[in-house]
């Protein structure tokens, strides 16, 4: 009983680590074969329209709403102690370092992410990616390299427009309708949000989570068997495995960048 | 030539490079296959059109931008010669006027067509045809078939076809191998195999029910499925 038990600890174990390693093994291959991109960029700025376009009005809107809901409920905490004035560097601070990479990972894992794995893991099932194969085109260089750019590059804009579009929405509700001083709202801003330490570190989390989340969606569909049970089971693992790397490396990394 | 299973695809995608034999060795063109590195066997492809069971065409371009695939990828040719060639291709399959019908747009046998004007986009020494009559009416069937023949000739290519469609194969192949099991069982013209009195080859090239190949899945009795005793009188 007991020596079956470990076996199977021990098989769990010597799978996971095989796993690990052969997904490794794959982001790396991917990273080697981004040198052709250099002479076809145009594959990459397609990518990118089609990623970073399909991600926009969902980035933009939830921005938006997470921005108003922050600056009231910013407005009603800071008002217990007379502090309302520091609306604005609440939100900026909250939006930069932490919601802006955050919650636009998560949404582009949701919209885009998804996108990707049920794409590439339908070229699969179609025998798409064995044809190209046959045709002498590398599949990964073809295929997953500019979309892993495209979301690496769209993540970092996406989060900056929700930072920017949340900010804009916690002045509309804290400024404009509740009637905070607007010279404050700025001001204190201004003064309180370093380029480097707040926007800077917000920026490098979006590229972490941009290269993790896409390279998670198109692991995924890469992986995937060709049948419809796999290709929806990779849609699924895509957003379970990459939501969960994004709260482990913003842990990580907050820990790291913010640590006194 | 071979029932479903016997390893006619397999065999097609060893000869691709795509498989690794789990012994001996594939020697396409003078060169052992499976030993070829990555940018040897990319070489050894160029060689190579493979026409895929249900096409497998790009579903986001039209037929036009997939036949035109594989030249803006291997050559450099400048566009106004590409839609001369893929034009050219399409003509060749009778589609051009579909040329910028996408893959949802058209029928399956269509769809095949173009698969197989991508195939041949190249030009390339050895094309090899996975099923490419199966699930066609009798009218795609036998245009697809003309076309093989057609095209093969023209190209004075090599042409490997893989099917189990015995009235069509025998009307456009030189010589046939029949696989079972993963292994050749007979092989000749396809006259010879037309007569031949090998069990095999018999029971396929006359569609019988009975002969070595089983209809039932082995296993146990119906009898013993249904718990009735044999012999016992009952």
């Not at chain 1, 260089?141 to 989060?159: H, N, S």
């Not at chain 1, 010279?183 to 290269?211: A, H, R, Y």
């Not at chain 2, 695939?69 to 060639?85: A, G, K, S």
């Not at chain 2, 015995?166 to 037309?194: N, Q, R, W």
């Amino acid at each position: 009983m007991i020596a079956r038990f470990l076996a199977a600890i021990g098989a769990w174990l010597r799978r996971s680590v095989q796993d690990l390693g052969f997904a490794v093994r794959s982001f790396f291959i991917i990273i080697a074969s981004s040198g052709g991109l250099w002479r076809r960029p145009r594959l990459v700025i397609e990518q990118l329209f089609f990623i970073g376009n399909r991600s926009l009005v969902i980035t933009a809107v939830s921005g938006l709403f997470v921005g108003m809901v922050l600056g009231l409920q910013g407005y009603y905490t800071l008002t217990t102690y007379g502090a309302e004035q520091s609306l604005g560097l609440l939100v900026a601070l909250s939006l930069t370092r932490e919601l802006g990479p955050v919650v636009t990972a998560l949404l582009f894992a949701g919209r885009a992410g998804t996108s990707l794995t049920a794409e590439i893991g339908l070229m699969k099932a179609g025998e798409q990616l064995s044809a190209m194969e046959m045709m002498a085109v590398n599949p990964i260089q073809r295929v997953l390299a500019p979309r892993f750019w495209a979301g690496v590059i769209a993540m970092p804009i996406l989060g900056a427009i929700f930072t920017a579009v949340g900010i804009v929405g916690s002045y509309l509700v804290g400024v404009v309708l509740i009637g905070v001083d607007e010279g404050s709202f700025w001001s204190q801003m201004q003064g309180g949000v370093d380029v480097w330490k707040e926007v800077g570190n917000g920026t490098i989390k979006s590229l972490v989570f941009g290269i993790a989340v896409t390279f998670i969606a198109l692991f995924q569909g890469y992986q995937a068997q060709p049948t419809p049970e796999d290709v929806s089971g990779a849609t699924t693992r895509t957003v379970v495995i990459s939501s969960l790397m994004v709260w482990w490396l913003d842990f990580m990394m907050t820990a790291l960048m913010f640590s006194k | 030539m071979g029932g479903s299973g016997s390893g006619k695809t397999t065999v097609l995608r060893l000869i691709g490079g795509q498989l690794r034999p789990s012994s001996g060795s594939v020697n396409v063109d003078g060169q052992i296959v499976h030993t070829l590195g990555t940018d040897e066997l990319y070489q050894l492809r160029r060689k190579m059109g493979m026409l895929f069971q249900h096409g497998a065409l790009f579903t986001d371009l039209t037929a036009f931008e997939n036949v035109a695939f594989p030249l803006r990828e291997h050559t450099d040719l400048n566009e106004e010669l590409i839609r001369t060639l893929v034009l050219m291709k399409l003509h060749a399959v009778g589609l051009r006027n579909a040329a910028q019908l996408k893959p949802a747009e058209i029928s399956g046998g269509m769809g095949r067509r173009v698969a197989l004007a991508r195939a041949i986009a190249l030009d390339p020494e050895l094309i090899m045809y996975d099923e490419p009559f199966a699930g066609l009416d009798p009218i795609s069937m036998g245009v697809t078939a003309n076309l093989i023949r057609n095209l093969n000739d023209a190209l004075g290519s090599t042409s490997i076809l893989v099917s189990h469609d015995v009235k069509e194969c025998f009307a456009i192949a030189d010589y046939v191998y029949f696989l079972s099991s993963g292994k050749i069982v007979a092989h000749g013209t396809p006259a010879e195999m037309a007569v031949s009195t090998h069990p095999y080859v018999k029971q396929f090239v006359n569609a019988e029910a009975d002969g070595p190949v089983p209809f039932h899945y082995p296993g146990k009795s119906l009898a013993d499925d249904l718990g009735l005793q044999t012999g016992g009188g009952r």
